[in-house]
């Protein structure tokens, strides 16, 4: 079973040279730490920076360097600020290539619902609307199941939905998982963790190949 630097260690895999990459709030902020250093790749935040790097050291933080989360960020050489009509630009014209999000819930055809509880106190949905509209691939980086031992993977949503069928993989403590033909394909499972321990956590149709390897992170 993964915990959360190791699901962002798996989904850094899915990171290609020259990508242009929005990261959410959550776990997906920490995938810009384990990207592979070889390649050349442009972290975006909606609230105006192309060209963020990985977290600071303690000490070395910069009050006036955040992400949308308002988390403090590095930045690499040859970043640039600007304003969120000119972020939103480039969301809303596909000039995204992975959109990497967090989920409450993901259902079998792709919904996701990632931003309300109904009679919870929320700010807002943010960017991400947005981002589920126009990315060219999104990749949600999640637990299995809540707190309470549910499955979050349903055969629908029951939460407010952030998109429709726009969601292409996720990547849980338990598996990875593709969206294909309304149904969750287990791709690959964590170390330790059996097919059955990934069915009986997952409330949607989940597909099983004959063969299904161990995830590498």
């Known amino acids: 079973m993964l915990d959360k630097i190791g699901i962002a260690k798996r989904i850094a895999q899915e990171v290609k040279d020259k990508y242009y990459v929005n990261l959410g709030i959550g776990i997906p902020t920490l995938v810009a730490n384990y990207v592979n250093p070889s390649i050349e ?21 910069d009050p006036d360097l955040i992400n949308a989360g308002k988390q403090t960020i590095t930045t690499l050489a040859g970043a640039s600020f600007f304003d969120s009509a ?9 000039h995204v290539h992975l ?19 109904p009679g919870k106190m929320v700010k807002g949905m943010g960017g991400a609307m ?38 292409k993989k996720i990547v849980t403590n338990l598996a990875v998982l593709e969206i294909v033909d309304d149904s969750f ?12 321990d990934i069915r009986n956590a997952t409330e949607g149709n989940l597909t099983v190949p004959d063969i299904v390897p161990d995830m590498t992170v």
């Open 185 to 196: 394909l287990l791709l690959e499972k964590a170390p330790g963790v059996s097919i059955d």
């Open 86 to 94: 000119m972020s939103f630009g480039m969301i809303r014209g596909r």
């Open 41 to 61: 790749v442009e972290f975006q935040s909606e609230n105006g920076v192309l060209g963020m790097g990985p977290f600071p050291f303690e000490g070395e933080e």
């Open 130 to 167: 947005d981002l589920v509209a126009s990315a060219e691939n999104i990749i949600v980086a999640m637990m299995h199941t809540n707190k309470h031992g549910d499955s979050k993977l349903l055969k629908s949503c029951t939460l407010p939905l952030t998109g429709v069928g726009c969601v």
């Open 99 to 117: 959109t990497i999000l967090g989920a409450m819930e993901v259902a079998q055809n792709g919904d996701i619902a990632n931003w309300k509880i």
